[in-house]
Every structure is written in structure tokens, then in C-alpha cells.
């Protein structure tokens, strides 16, 4: 925990960027198993770096994974499953993946279009909401600032939740995006990088600063 603050990583593609986020205090680690982002880690290289990764949480991102999906990131030990979804998939591909993780392993992270309010019959389904930039063509990882009147508004209604703030996160609005919308849980990607999958220990490092 930095400052009070959860912090994880997103996006990670080597040893040594997993290392620089340890390095400055992040939680959680994510690797991004999407096969349409550019941060797209394969099953076989996580593998071959798991036993060398830093003594940190990690999370298995992806988008609407079949449960056989699940077993098997399970399978190559990871903590938690940040499942991102379109906002019209059928309640019970949800109920699916939450009987499978449990309530305290799956972060849901809902695609919400413009206009489209978050499912209360989504809350009995995961302790943890991940809420990113909509993007018509993507899961998240778009590098834009997203809705942060609307995800105070979701924190504050169900204080129950934790509730991570994604989207255009970076060391020059980390601090004005926590002011905003009251977040504890961060997910930065981009914001920290030279170029994508390729994090950049200086951004690092000045994302932590901004944060005290």
C-alpha cells in the first residue's frame, strides 16, 4: 500500500518491469491475456517467469473468458481475475465465473457504452469492480480519462465494494483523479510507459511521488 493508496500494475510483459513495480510498492501485478492487446503476455512466457516474479499479488486480465480459461490461469497461480465484459452478456456467463473464483478472486470490470448504467444484479457476483474508459472497439487499455463523477458516484452508493479506478491514469492527473472521486484502488498501464507492454521506472517512480 502506498500513501493509503492499493496500486497495481497493468500490462506487464517482463521480469524486470514486474520487478520496477514491486520496487516502488505496487500490489498487485497484472498480466494481460487478451489476444487482441498489444500487452498480450502468452500463457507459455508467464509460465516460464512465475517462479521468478516478486513476492506480489497477481492478476490474470482478460475478457469474457470461458471458465476452462479460469482453470487454468488458476493453474499458473495467479490471485485474482480481472474479467473485463460487455455490458449485454448474459447474467449467466457472470454467475458462471464467479462460482469459479468466488466472490474474493473475480474483479468484474463492466464495458458501460455512454448512457448505461451499471447492473445491480452485477454487486452479488464479485467483491471487486474494476471501471475503465469505454471504448467501442476495446476492453479497457485505452489511456483516456473515464467518468470519474459517475465512479464516485458507484463508490458511494455501495461502500461495500472495492472499487478500482482505471483509465488515463498517469503522474500528472493521479493526484486530481483520487480528488475527484475519493478512489483507493488504482490500475495504471499506459500512464507508466515508454511504449506499449514497456514500463518506464521513472514514471513509475513519479506516479508513487504524486500519490503523497
Excluded: Y
Excluded at 16 to 22: L, N, P, T, V, Y
Excluded at 81 to 109: E, I, K, N
Aim: proline share 7%; net charge neutral; with cysteine.
Amino acid at each position: 500500500m502506498i500513501h493509503g493508496m492499493r496500486l497495481k500494475v497493468c500490462g506487464l510483459t517482463s521480469l524486470g518491469d514486474a520487478e520496477a513495480a514491486a520496487a516502488v510498492g505496487v500490489d498487485f501485478l497484472g498480466f494481460i491475456f487478451h489476444a487482441a492487446s498489444p500487452r498480450r503476455m502468452a500463457r507459455e512466457q508467464f509460465r516460464a517467469m512465475a517462479g521468478r516474479l516478486p513476492p506480489r499479488q497477481k492478476v490474470a486480465v482478460c475478457a469474457e473468458p470461458t471458465v476452462a480459461d479460469l482453470a487454468e490461469f488458476d493453474r499458473l497461480g495467479f490471485d485474482c481475475f480481472q474479467v473485463h465484459f460487455r455490458h449485454d452478456t448474459p447474467l449467466p456467463d457472470l454467475a458462471a465465473w464467479s462460482q469459479f473464483a468466488g466472490h474474493g478472486r473475480l474483479w468484474l470490470a463492466p464495458k458501460l457504452p455512454p448512457a448505461t448504467g451499471f447492473k445491480a444484479e452485477w454487486l452479488p457476483l464479485a467483491n471487486t469492480f474494476l471501471m475503465d474508459t469505454f471504448h467501442p472497439d476495446k476492453f479497457g487499455g485505452t489511456g483516456v480519462t473515464g467518468d470519474w463523477a459517475g465512479f464516485r458516484r458507484l463508490r458511494e452508493s455501495h461502500p461495500e465494494k472495492t472499487w478500482i479506478l482505471s483509465g488515463g491514469l498517469k503522474p500528472e492527473t493521479i493526484a486530481a483523479a483520487v480528488a475527484a472521486t475519493g478512489a483507493n484502488f488504482l490500475d495504471v498501464n499506459s500512464g507508466v510507459e515508454l511504449s506499449p507492454g514497456v514500463k518506464d521506472p521513472a514514471k513509475l517512480k513519479a506516479l508513487v511521488q504524486a500519490l503523497g
